[in-house]
């Protein structure tokens, strides 16, 4: 990745934490079919991908490069979306869940495809991207979150469990008997 990495890599933990709560969400619906499978499996791995991510572990070297498995994972997460969109399709529901999944792994992979090195660069040549400014990168990091949290959301919606989630309007706090609480009358 390049001298930018650590905003990149957040913002690329944010888009797989997304896509992994959006799987996860979509098992409960899905399974035992081989899409609540895939789901299960991706969400799972996504989760754990993100906190990798997050905490900047990179591959041991098993005889290639780190950026040669960050290509690899490019295309897994392609493959994954395609495979999510195409079971979804043959089972006739496409909904927010899967093109929530899908667009979040595809921004992952974009991010990672257009970060990591091709084979032939010069790992010693100087960088032509420079570390954002920490006013641009907390922009950046912003508008990642607030973007990957709304389609997060909305993707949530579409599942079982957000179906069946109790609406905010419904949430009340317990009655705490002794405990007198100040109301302004209005």
Known sequence: MTSSAPVTRVLVAF????????????????????????ALVLGTAEL?????????????RVGSRADDVARAAVGVLVAASVLGVALALAGGHVGAAIAAAAALQLAAAGVVGA??????????????????RPATALAM?????????TVTTAGLTDTEAGARAV????????????LELHHHGG
């Open 48 to 60: 754990v991908a993100a906190l990798l991510t997050l905490r900047g572990t990179r591959p041991r």
């Open 15 to 38: 888009a797989l934490l997304g896509a992994g709560i959006v799987n996860l969400g979509l098992v409960r619906g899905a399974l035992p079919g081989l899409l609540g499978w895939l």
């Open 167 to 178: 609406p905010h309007s419904e949430h009340h706090l317990p009655d705490l008997s002794g």
């Open 141 to 149: 990091l912003f508008t990642g979150a607030l973007v990957v949290s």
């Open 115 to 132: 970060t990591t090195r091709r084979r032939g660069d010069d790992p010693a040549a100087p960088s032509t991207s420079r570390r954002p």
